[in-house]
C-alpha cells in the first residue's frame, strides 16, 4: 500500500535491488545504524527517490531460540529509534522535503511503532487496574468513568490484535495459515514479548548505541523449498 500510494517505505532486509550510482550517490549505507535498510528507504524518499514492491516471496529462516529472536528484535527496535532520531533532528526541514503526508505516515511507521511497544505493557497492567476496580466496588453508577476507561481499554488492546492477526493472514499461503493454526492465541504474549525486546532497545542506545546482535540463519531445507 505505502508503495503504491507513493508514501515512505522502510525497507525490509531481504532481496532489495538498488541502481549503484543512485545508492553512491545519497551516500550509501549507514554503518552505524542497526537497521540501515530502513534508514535508508526514508533517506531516498527525502532526497526525491521512490521505492517499488516486486511481488516475488523471499525465504528465510526465522529464529527459533528465544535468546536470538529477542536479540534480533532488540537490533530492529534500536535501529528504528536511531533512524527517528536522526531524521528528527531538523523537523522542519524533513516537513519540508517530505510533504505533509508522507511526513505524518512516518510519525504512524516509527514513532508509533515505538510507542506502542514502549506503552502496551503500561496498557495491559492499567485495564489489569481497572478489572479489579469493577470487580471490588461494581459497575454502579459512581463507577462509570471507570467502566467507560475499561470499555475503551478493551477495544483498544483486542481491536489491535484482531487487526494485527488480519493484516498476517491476509498475505499468507494455505500452508502458512495452516502451520501457525491455534497459535494466534499467544498474539497477546507475542505483543508483550516484542514490548521486552523495545525497553532493551531503548537501554542498550544509552548504553551501548552501536552493538549488533547477531541473528544466525540456518538455511531453509530442500524440503521447505519445495
Not at 22 to 30: C, N, V
Not at 49 to 55: E, P
Not at 62 to 84: D, E, I, M, N, Y
Not at 101 to 115: E, S, T
Amino acid at each position: 500500500m505505502l508503495s503504491l500510494t507513493g508514501l515512505p517505505l522502510p525497507l525490509g532486509g531481504t532481496s532489495n535491488h538498488f541502481r549503484t550510482m543512485e545508492l553512491r550517490k545519497i551516500g550509501g549505507w549507514d554503518p552505524y545504524n542497526m537497521t540501515e535498510d530502513a534508514d535508508l528507504g526514508l533517506r531516498l524518499y527525502r532526497l526525491g527517490y521512490r521505492s517499488r514492491v516486486i511481488f516475488k516471496p523471499t525465504l528465510e529462516e526465522a529464529p527459533t531460540a528465544r535468546s536470538v529472536w529477542l536479540g534480533q528484535r532488540t537490533r530492529w527496535f534500536k535501529g528504528w529509534l536511531q533512524t527517528w532520531l536522526v531524521l528528527m533532528r531538523k523537523p522542519g526541514q524533513l516537513r519540508g522535503e517530505m510533504g505533509w503526508p508522507a511526513f505524518i505516515v512516518f510519525q504512524i511507521l516509527i514513532a508509533g511503532l515505538l510507542l506502542s511497544a514502549l506503552s502496551h505493557p503500561f496498557i495491559v497492567g492499567f485495564l489489569a487496574y481497572l478489572t479489579w476496580l469493577m470487580l471490588d466496588d461494581g459497575t454502579h453508577a459512581e463507577g462509570w468513568l471507570t467502566f467507560w476507561l475499561f470499555t475503551c481499554d478493551i477495544v483498544n488492546i483486542f481491536g489491535s490484535y484482531a487487526v494485527f492477526i488480519s493484516l498476517g493472514r491476509s498475505r499468507m499461503t494455505v500452508r502458512e495459515k495452516r502451520a501457525v493454526g491455534w497459535r494466534w492465541i499467544f498474539v497477546p504474549v507475542y505483543w508483550l514479548a516484542m514490548s521486552l525486546a523495545a525497553w532493551k532497545a531503548l537501554l542498550e542506545l544509552q548504553t551501548n548505541p552501536f552493538s549488533w546482535n547477531k541473528t544466525p540463519h540456518v538455511p531453509v531445507s530442500d524440503h521447505a523449498q519445495s
